[in-house]
């Protein structure tokens, strides 16, 4: 019996019998094998003696004493166990017993059962009543069947109950053993677990992230529905996979490490990211919670929640360069940046500005300091930056230029910036750039164009640059002229409208085709020219520019591009030149007359001293004839009076020469002739001489009287000594306006002539004589000559042999209107 | 034997030509001696000669009236016999030295004489003629 009972509590346990019940079944399997043993002993032993059997009886007695609390301890447990245990004769279909646990389970009394003994299978609730469906085919056959079921108790409870019938045939009667455990606590614990599990797939399989269990050789053996969205792959796709094949190379390692590092501590959880490979083989940044849950029922794996982080990283990539960048650009300049809050203390700064900070204050700033509640800046600088960043606090926004003498001359332009938040003033930012070089280079262009213009001014020469369109012609309006050629025009500086064409209208028309011409071949050759012309200024004064033209051609077509050159008035310069060419010229006439007047003396001079010489030498002589000693001291005598004469007459000559500062007088031409004529009236009268004068359009000149006057009396009496014979000689003296300030004076006679093919060159040469026939030393014209030209005048002669003779004096006409002309120009120039 | 038939003088100045003939006169007193003051005259007496005439010293002065003793040499280049009749001595009071290199440079001047002429340079013309092989 207590076999049976063991083999059936072993059933319900699954095998394994709770510790106390086993040690009770173990008790009670050794009183009965003691007993049995006794028993036998005692069957063998019966005849063996009476002492013995009285002992043997007591001990027996002892022993059944034992057996019954044994029995009774069983029939304890029995009773008190929470199960129901019942037996039925299957084909009576009798309650054979029930143990008391039956009330507990089933609410009613036992004697109910006995009364019904269909009773544990009435009470099952309909919906469960079929399980018992093969429970009669199944012991009928000897097996065991159990079944679990709903009941529903006397009290109206239900609850799960696990029945156990197991079939017992002795060869006559079939007896069904019935085990009934209440197993609501346990269905309601399974269920929970069934719930909860459900609800944890429900939960991962909707999962926003995605989910993996990874086993513990790190095979996927699940991945939530989310991992599609995510990476691309199915459950399909994944399942069975190692994770490692899904992991970058470079992140291996450390996946592998925080595994490692996980699996030894049961619900560690771990954050991780890596890149993993999407199915279309894209690398995608991962960010993961892991969780080793490998010790949890229904789980036992560890658990990866992630999701995709790649553009957050690639984010965070992009930003922390862009930060970096930023970083390196407001360090990489010199340029010094910073703001401020608004209370002054530094909120952010590049390195140049704490640099410049500490070189210059000795001070390193860091962020949160107030840039000015300290004493390392003089009070004049603390009170400068302090009304700056006041006046930017304010809201307003400036630029100021700051100026450094030492360490080294700097100038920094620094630009306040008030930074306004929801519509107040939290902080100003400020940025201050060295233009020290910006300065320097536009204090030199300004200071160097000062100088140009200067240069310009004083040198007078001005600079002008003009365009060419891409048809190489020059840009009408582009032309440009610097101040000083405006003053060299004689206009103020823009007063005129400046063009390509105006130009020309400013140049004097003698030398327009000239200057054209120049430019013109200029712009062929693409080669620099010199042009030297006229211009005649707005007040009328006559000026020589000299302008000069640089072609510019492109470097890459050759085409000009523009033009550009000087403008210099050159006035003076042409005037020198032209008294240079004056005075060369003179000189060389002057020195021609010298050489003439070596001549004349080694010819005229000597000639009567050879001859003195030539009739010394004669006298000498012995046996001389009287006469011809005679004729040698009348030779002598003439010689010695020509000589003294030559001598005279070069004393004269000299003298001439000598007085070109005589004094000049206002002279008028009539009063000359006049005089003239008074002093040889006697040959006028008895040669019947004809004196024509018209002084109409000139009546005086300015000019030395004395060589006036023996000018026109020379020439005067010229005509009259070389008249033709029988002819009564006629003179027309006539004075004429030249345009530049001369008169020419003409003589004009009937007087014999001179063949000017054969001597027109030595007309005016000293002794040199035409006529054979009427007496003269051949000194006249030379004279003539000689004071015409100390007076700056020239002398020209036309002749014609037995016609007559036509003389032509041209003389400067007023001096003072010259010196005039000099004023002007000094006036002018102290104008300027 | 001295080859000089005839000696012709042209100078403007009259008080020359005396003093030259004197001088000739003093050691040649039979020498034909024919002094001229105007060019055109001598030009004249000298184209009458003709080619016939050898033997004659011209001497002549460069400053003549209205004349230049070079244009008279010009003139006398139109008469062919001129160097083969005539010896020229160019006699003048210009100590020039241009007119030195003119007269060197001409073909029918035998030497340039500066005044006053004396009787040595008499003396030395004749020693020119005596070594000529010309005539």
Partial sequence: MNKLLEGQLAKYFNGNLPGDLAQLFSEISNTYDHYEKKHKILERTAEISENELSALNNRLLKESNELTVVNSRLKNLFESID???????????CLLQVSPGWKKIYGSDTSDFYVNPNLWKEVVVEDDKHVLDEYEACVLKGQLFACEYRIISADGKTRWVETKLTPTFDGKNLRIDGFTTDISIR????????????????LIENSYDGIALLDKSRKLIYVSNSVKRILGYTSADMGNNNLFDYIHAEDAENVSAILDSISKQAGSTTELVCRTKNKDGEWRWINSYVTNMLHENGIGAIVFNFKDISLKVEMQTALEFDRKNRDALINSTKDLMWSIDDRMCLVTANDAFINAVKSSGGISVKPGDHLLDHNFFPPRVVDKWKKRYEKVLKGKAFIVEEYSASPVEAWAEISFNPMIENGRIIGASCFSHDITEKKKVSEYVLKSEQMMAEAQRISHMGSWECRFNKAEKVDNNSMQWSDEIFRIYGYNPGQLKVSYKNFFNLVHHEDLYRVKSTLQDAFRYKK???????????????????????????????????????????????????????????????NKDLEQFAYIISHNLRAPVANILGLSSLIEKKNLAKEVKEECFKGLTKSTRLLDQIIMDLNHILQVKRQISERKTQIKFRTIVHNITQSIASIIEKEQVIINTDFSEVSEIYTVKDYLYSIFYNLISNSIKYRQHGVKPVISISTKKSDDNHVFITFKDNSQGIDMEKYGDKVFGLYKRFHLDVEGKGIGLFMVKTQVESLGGN?????????????????????????????????????? | ???????????????????????????????????????????????????????????????????????????LEQFPWINKNFHIYIISSSLAPQDFEMAEANKLVKRYIAKPFTHKEWSNIKLDIAASKQL
């Fill in chain 1, 187 to 202: 269905k309601e614990i399974t269920k929970r677990i069934e719930e909860s599990e459900t609800r944890f797939r429900r």
């Fill in chain 1, 83 to 93: 199960s129901a245990f019942f037996s039925i004769d299957f084909n009576t279909n």
């Fill in chain 2, 1 to 75: 034997m001295l080859r000089i038939q005839r000696i012709i003088i042209i100078d403007d100045d009259p008080l020359n030509n005396f003093i030259i003939t004197q001088n000739i006169r003093h050691s040649d007193p039979s020498l034909e001696i024919v002094p001229f003051t105007l060019a055109q005259e001598a030009l004249a007496y000298i184209a009458k000669l003709g080619a016939q005439a050898e033997h004659n010293v011209l001497l002549l002065d460069l400053n003549l009236l209205n004349y230049s003793g070079w244009t008279l040499l010009e003139e």
């Fill in chain 1, 795 to 832: 002398i020209s002669i036309a002749s014609e042999v037995n016609k007559g003779t036509e003389i032509t004096i041209k003389l400067l006409k007023n001096v003072i209107q010259y010196k005039e002309h000099n004023v002007t120009n000094t006036t002018h120039y102290n104008h300027r």
């Fill in chain 1, 528 to 590: 620099p020219c010199v042009m030297e012309y006229r211009i005649i200024r707005p007040d009328k004064v006559e000026r020589w520019i000299r302008t000069t033209a640089d072609m510019i051609c492109d470097l890459q077509t050759g085409k000009l591009t523009k033009m550009i050159g000087t403008a210099h008035d050159i006035t003076e310069r042409k005037q020198l030149e032209e008294e240079r060419q004056k005075i060369t010229n003179d000189l060389i006439q002057r």
